[in-house]
């Protein structure tokens, strides 16, 4: 059974930098396409990133040139490279596999104070 963890949230300044890690159990995660979601708090889950099992990569318009979504494949791992933060970037974000809406991690809160 693949489990998600995630890991690195924290409270930062607006124009500060975070970079979140999201560790998968599992097999399977060489040829998954691993994606980050972000929840802003009465708002709907909405998709930040995500990148293949070839490496290709796309990104919401909203974060577009100050985010970064790599993966390194021989840790099982995901990572969300943030910078130029926003108030708005505020938001739980979690890491999904393969667009499966029954699998997601417990999330990790980003604070960006103004």
């Known amino acids: 059974q693949v489990q998600l963890v995630e890991s690195g949230g924290g409270l930062v300044e607006a124009g500060g930098f975070l970079r979140l890690s999201c560790a998968a159990s599992?097999?399977?995660?060489?040829?998954?396409?691993m994606a980050w979601y972000r929840q802003a708090p009465g708002k709907q889950r909405d998709l930040v990133a995500f990148i293949t099992g070839g490496g290709g990569t796309n990104y919401a318009n909203s974060v577009m040139g100050r985010f970064t979504i790599s993966r390194d494949n021989a840790k099982n791992t995901v990572y969300l490279q943030m910078s130029s933060l926003k108030p708005e970037d505020t938001a739980v974000y979690y890491c999904?596999?393969?667009?499966?809406?029954?699998?997601w991690g417990q999330g990790t809160q980003v604070t960006v104070s103004s």
């Open positions: 999904n596999m393969n667009f499966d809406n029954s699998l």
């Open positions: 599992g097999t399977i995660f060489r040829t998954a396409t």
